[in-house]
């Protein structure tokens, strides 16, 4: 019955996943590769499909190998329960005989090939709450996820087909030759697969994966390929809560009970006129109030007259810009998407577009948040080392102690969310994307609450735990070398300013002795399965992202020694002329690179001469430093006009308050978003802006939890330690307000 028909199916199957039919090949009936087509072979099995010449024996035994568990080394009760689902499957009566749950099973799995494969759908999840939903008498069914691509995050980097944190910026597998209709598809390709197959619950995850190798050993021997079962999950399914799991949760209730403490305590102060606290009781609480957290996020009128504040749209625009990379490439990477190959096409809306580069080169967001974290660094101590003439000891390790907890806090406790209790989240049919970043920061958070991972180890032996957070090692350690150069910027501008532009000129030369002698890409855009070290050892390292730090703390001084200018002392043509270079520099930075991704495109090889390659690395981070420090200056010194309206817009500042957390969040958002896809997406402009405002909104929603449940009350605990130790003071307590 059902099975019959995949056989029509199998007319359509390429060589490389073809069944046997009297000895033939059935995918080389119809040949996608050159349309050659067995016209006799064919007419035989259509024979079969619609009933005539029932004499031809067909071995469905591979085929149904491929529906539900049945070859290789799998259990005697999935093998039983596999072989009942087929027997259901082929029954005459099934419907009539209450077994329509064998129609809902074969349903729910994916198809192969699955329609519009040849324009990129590489994803077919099957049907995922459908397969979920099935009874029968003897099991339930269980939907199990598919791939090619070793999802283990443990497994040593050469070993593995793609590692998950960087192969999103490849290229090479896709070539344009795979967009006509009669071309093929190479089998590098199948890798990108991804399938859903509902089948028994009493199969375990290695029952489906060991079946799914017989299949492919018998059907295409020679193929490289290696099934790994992402996720199996069920309607009744339970996870497991370890002691780690309730720890965490016990953390949550201190903080949770702590905030509910002190927003009562808040709330009748100051609106119900209780004043029987104990003075120091309301020191303590009152910090963690949500209410009173709440309204300092978004007060706006608490500015300083010499706060930068054209920074807070810069930090906002350019987390957002980060996230706008990093929400794009999930479409690269893990969102199911029917018209993959359109990313990739010359002509398409990705490659085919001078203004997408803003989205695919947005590196350069990151430099802006060295350098800006430098500028406001520099600024900050400067101001504070004439207020007490050059700081004393215990000023300095302030310095370093206030820092650290400052980022490490909420940090810590996002980490340990990760590590434990993420888990519960994964429940969708890619739940393997939040699986990864889990068992990642099991394994290597103390390296990330050391700061140490953009150098070591290295992700050869053991996993990223937020991936992104390379940034926060790299700023860490600039951070504890920075007052090498600022203490000699205010004690001894002249020494500091040659000590500084000495680091300058190493930071700048070090990229590009590093990309001469590696023979390094442009840029991660072009990198490819054989250049990957390009992010490993050279694109998150500290000796290649300094630049722009630096030029960061010798801009904040310029700006500490203008600080009593009002405007700077250029005519308005000085100033235009200024603004236009600056804009051209930055376009060049963002969209020069165009041609060479067009020319990538099409011939898959590496773009750029060496000396071309060697330029843009040490120099466009140097470029772009400029162009921020420019628009800074301007809004600052009055030379803004319209940009410093838009940045100095107050809206931005609780925006730039949470945009520390944003960026800790947001690609476990795009994670955990991707992984409860039960259904394809085509890809268009229209649903990437619509991706990205859904990722966005949810990241500062998610950022506005952790910023009342963790940073800002660690903050407050700070305060109270340290006034307890005697080295600061307590924070005054609230009175009631006076009635009127």
């Known amino acids: 019955m059902i099975l019959r028909w995949s056989v029509f199916f199998g007319l359509l199957i390429p060589n490389s996943f073809s069944l046997q039919y009297q000895g033939k090949s059935l995918g080389g009936l119809l040949s996608i590769r050159d349309d050659t087509l067995d016209s006799k072979l064919r007419e035989e099995a259509l024979a079969y499909v619609y009933g005539r010449n029932e004499s031809k024996a067909i071995d469905w035994s591979i085929w149904k190998n491929f529906l539900t568990p049945l070859k290789g080394r799998i259990s005697e009760q999935c093998r039983r329960d596999s072989q009942f689902y087929i027997d259901k499957l082929n029954g005459n009566l099934t419907s009539v005989n209450g077994n329509s749950w064998a129609y809902k099973m074969f349903d729910a799995s994916s198809k192969l090939p699955h329609s519009g494969l040849l324009e ?142 002190g927003t009562l305590v808040d709330l009748t102060i100051k609106f119900l006129y209780v004043d029987f606290y104990p003075e120091r009781f309301v020191q303590i609480f009152q910090g963690f109030s949500l209410y009173t957290n709440t309204v300092k996020l978004v007060k706006t009128d608490n500015v300083r007259p010499d706060s930068l504040t054209s920074i807070n749209g810069i930090r906002f625009i350019s987390m957002t810009w980060v996230l706008l990379g990093h929400s794009y490439s999930a479409f690269q990477q893990s969102v199911p998407i029917t018209n993959f190959f359109v990313m990739f096409d010359p002509e398409g809306p990705i490659q085919g577009s001078v203004a997408f580069q803003a989205v695919s080169n947005a590196y350069p967001s990151v430099d802006t948040f060295f350098f ?190 203008m600080r009593n200018q009002p405007r700077l002392k250029l005519n308005f043509y000085a100033v235009t002329w200024i603004w236009g270079a600056m804009g051209a520099i930055g376009a060049e930075v963002i969209y020069g690179l165009y041609p060479y991704v067009q020319e990538y495109a099409v011939t898959q090889i590496m773009p750029g001469s060496m000396a071309a390659r060697v330029a843009y690395n040490g120099l466009h981070r140097l470029a772009w430093s400029l162009c921020v420090g420019w628009v800074i200056l301007a809004c600052t010194k009055g030379a803004g006009g319209p940009v410093n309206t838009l940045l100095s817009w107050k809206a931005w500042i609780p925006l730039a308050r949470l945009s520390y957390c944003i960026y800790l969040v947001h690609m476990t958002v795009i994670s955990y978003l991707t992984s409860i896809l039960t259904f394809p997406l085509t890809f268009t402009h229209a649903l990437g802006f619509y991706w990205v405002l859904g990722v966005l909104g949810f990241s500062i929603f998610i950022a506005y939890i952790f910023n009342m449940l963790f940073e800002n009350p660690m903050a407050h605990m700070e305060k109270i330690f340290f006034a307890y130790l005697g080295i600061g003071k307590f924070p005054p307590a609230m009175k009631p307000p006076r009635k009127v």
């Open 120 to 261: 990129g759908n590489l994803k077919s999840l099957g049907s995922f709450e459908s397969c979920k939903e099935v009874v029968t008498p003897t099991f339930k069914g269980q939907h199990c996820t598919i791939g090619f691509i070793n999802p283990d995050p443990f497994q040593d980097i050469q070993g593995r087909e793609f590692d998950r944190q960087v192969w999103k910026h490849d290229r090479s597998l896709v070539r344009r030759e795979t967009r006509g209709p009669s071309q093929g598809i190479p089998p590098e390709l199948l890798a990108l697969a991804t399938l859903g197959r509902c089948v028994p619950d009493s199969c375990s995850a290695e029952d489906v994966q060991e079946s799914f190798k017989v299949f492919l050993a018998e059907t295409q021997p020679d193929l490289w390929l290696t099934p790994y079962v992402y996720s199996c999950h069920s309607a009744d399914e339970q996870i497991e809560t370890t002691t780690a799991d309730w720890v965490m949760i016990g953390i949550i209730v201190f903080f949770g009970l702590c905030i509910v403490v």
């Open 372 to 561: 800006i974290g430098a500028t406001l660094l520099a600024y900050i101590t400067l101001k504070e080392l004439d207020k007490n003439k050059g700081g004393s000891l215990s000023f300095w390790i302030m310095y370093y102690v206030h820092r650290y907890i400052r980022l490490t806090g909420v940090y810590a406790m996002i980490i340990g969310v990760w590590a434990t209790l993420l888990k519960f989240l994964a429940t969708g049919p890619q739940s393997q994307l939040l699986d990864v970043e889990s068992m990642s920061c099991q394994e290597s958070w103390w390296i990330n609450l050391l700061y140490l991972n953009n150098i070591w180890p290295k992700i050869e032996s053991v996993p990223w735990c937020l991936g992104q957070t390379w940034y926060l090692a790299n700023d860490m350690q600039f951070y504890i070398i920075s007052p090498v150069f600022i203490y000699l910027l205010w004690k001894v501008p002249l020494v500091g300013l040659c000590v500084s532009g000495l680091a300058l000129v190493a930071g700048t030369v070090a990229p590009m002795v590093i990309t001469y002698v590696n023979d390094f890409p442009l840029s991660p855009s072009f990198m490819n399965m054989t250049n990957f070290s390009y992010m490993i050892d050279f694109y998150i390292v500290p000796w290649c992202r300094f630049q722009p730090y630096i030029c960061g703390l010798i801009f904040g001084y310029m700006l500490h020694r």
